[in-house]
């Protein structure tokens, strides 16, 4: 007797698609990223055949939109954008992947990638990088209320972190800086400029909170 091929059991529309990446990101300022690969993935133990659709064909070049893969196998298939221009910055497309057994038509299973075009990367790196720096302000603005007194009526002065960090701030800033060479000081313990910087910058922040809860008392 010969074995039967095991069969997909998934309902139509319901089996996973593995795609990757799920996002494409095309700068108009950089030709490299004008062509784009995602890469499906089989890891079922029977073929799959795939189809690529887009809502805005006119915008892309798909190669090979339609094919097929092995069980066990991957596929990469090519995405050029060929219409860069500036009205289409920020424009989110959609391509959707549809997979189903070789033998029938019906979709067993879709996966929808979003595709944008922008600008520049330069100015897609700033964005991130400026949000970066808002996330660290959110955090240390959490971390210092973290240590404030929970009932400023009944403050009689400066918390200790407060006094504790301006005295560190303090003894950093009678170090010598580095290159100072007539210092009697281990050249481990000599700090740079910026790190002074720092220092001097968080002793301003303690003093102000120490003034601060001295007028509140």
Do not use: W
């Amino acid at each position: 007797m010969h074995q039967q091929k095991r069969q997909p059991e998934s309902v139509e529309g319901n089996l996973p698609v593995f795609v990757f990446p799920t996002e494409l990101i095309f700068y108009a300022d950089d030709q490299s990223t004008h062509k784009q690969v995602l890469t499906l993935y089989n890891p079922y133990e029977f073929a799959l055949k795939f189809k690529v659709l887009c809502t805005t064909p006119n915008k892309y070049v798909v190669v090979d939109a339609a094919g097929a893969v092995k069980p066990q196998c991957c596929v990469d298939i090519v995405i050029r954008h060929r219409d860069v221009r500036s009205c289409h910055y920020g424009v989110i497309d959609k391509f959707r992947l549809q997979v189903s057994e070789q033998s029938q038509r019906k979709a067993l299973g879709r996966k929808e990638v979003v595709a944008t075009l922008l600008p520049s990367a330069k100015e897609q790196q700033k964005e991130e990088e400026e949000k970066r720096i808002k996330e660290h302000l959110r955090e240390s603005l959490f971390f210092e209320q973290s240590f404030q007194p929970g009932n400023r009526t009944v403050s009689s002065g400066p918390s200790l972190l407060t006094v504790f960090l301006g005295l560190v701030c303090i003894a950093a800033l009678m170090l010598p800086t580095l290159g100072d060479m007539e210092s009697l000081v281990p050249l481990y313990l000599h700090l740079s400029v910026n790190q002074k910087l720092v220092a001097a910058y968080i002793l301003g922040k303690c003093s102000k909170d120490a003034f601060g809860a001295i007028f509140m008392a």
